[in-house]
């Protein structure tokens, strides 16, 4: 047995769980001092951010450092996106419960089926949204259409990413005592691996596009 070999991967599995840990105890510290409501979008925007320097510029410099760059830089600009993001998703909601009241069978289903669709944007916006965030240098707008396109662009990543967001997902709800350390940053490191592969085959397939990798 190659004692080394398994020495160097308890090691580098080890530093990983620290890393991913210690970024997750960032993300709900700078989420409570922006008070919640207000540093819940710039600590998710930094944990995101801190993953991409990771996993793309294989950047393993000081991890407060870099989470408390981001979060500050881009507090603004990611509490407006936190704040469509949470108004559509809760207009969304309302929509959902107003249907249920309706008896007519006819505009229930018109309602119901705008509904579907409706989410169905939202949802695919919402799986991108940060990886693009960080990624590309983009307006709103053009944040919320390019997370969308990418989604729609990309659908084996697409899958992909729900289909471990749900491994994680339930692994998180079997063994709740994970939260704490893992509940975002996980699903951000396991999103920013997967959109950079995206983003890459994408670059490659559009020519003259206005995605720069």
């Given at each position: 047995?190659?004692?080394?070999?398994?020495?160097?991967?308890?090691?580098?599995f080890?530093?990983?769980?620290?890393?991913?840990?210690?970024?997750?105890?960032?993300?709900?510290?700078?989420?409570?001092?922006?008070?919640?409501?207000f540093?819940?979008?710039?600590?998710?925007?930094?944990?995101?951010?801190?993953?991409?320097?990771?996993?793309?510029?294989?950047?393993?410099?000081?991890?407060?450092?870099?989470?408390?760059?981001?979060?500050?830089?881009?507090?603004?600009?990611?509490?407006?996106?936190?704040?469509?993001?949470?108004?559509?998703?809760?207009?969304?909601?309302?929509?959902?419960?107003?249907?249920?009241?309706?008896?007519?069978?006819?505009?229930?289903?018109?309602?119901?089926?705008?509904?579907?669709?409706?989410?169905?944007?939202?949802f695919?916006?919402?799986?991108?949204?940060?990886?693009?965030?960080?990624?590309?240098?983009?307006?709103?707008?053009?944040?919320?259409?390019?997370?969308?396109?990418?989604?729609?662009?990309?659908?084996?990543?697409?899958?992909?990413?729900?289909?471990?967001?749900?491994?994680?997902?339930?692994?998180?709800?079997?063994?709740?005592?994970?939260?704490?350390f893992?509940?975002?940053s996980?699903?951000?490191?396991?999103?920013?691996?997967?959109?950079?592969?995206?983003?890459?085959?994408?670059?490659?397939?559009?020519?003259?596009?206005?995605i720069?990798?």
């Amino acid at each position: 047995m190659d004692v080394q070999g398994v020495t160097g991967k308890l090691y580098t599995f080890s530093t990983w769980v620290y890393r991913l840990a210690y970024l997750n105890v960032l993300w709900l510290f700078f989420t409570v001092i922006g008070l919640g409501v207000f540093g819940i979008a710039p600590a998710t925007v930094a944990s995101f951010g801190v993953s991409r320097k990771w996993v793309k510029d294989k950047d393993e410099s000081n991890i407060f450092l870099s989470f408390w760059q981001i979060y500050k830089q881009e507090f603004i600009k990611s509490n407006g996106i936190g704040f469509i993001l949470f108004s559509v998703g809760f207009a969304l909601y309302l929509n959902f419960q107003l249907t249920m009241m309706i008896d007519n069978i006819f505009m229930f289903t018109v309602i119901r089926v705008l509904f579907l669709i409706s989410f169905f944007v939202y949802f695919l916006t919402v799986v991108f949204i940060f990886p693009v965030y960080v990624h590309f240098d983009l307006k709103v707008l053009q944040l919320l259409k390019q997370s969308f396109f990418i989604a729609i662009a990309a659908p084996l990543e697409t899958i992909i990413t729900l289909l471990l967001f749900s491994v994680v997902y339930f692994t998180l709800a079997l063994i709740p005592g994970l939260i704490p350390f893992f509940g975002l940053s996980l699903f951000a490191f396991i999103s920013t691996i997967v959109s950079l592969n995206a983003f890459s085959k994408l670059e490659s397939r559009i020519s003259g596009s206005s995605i720069e990798v």
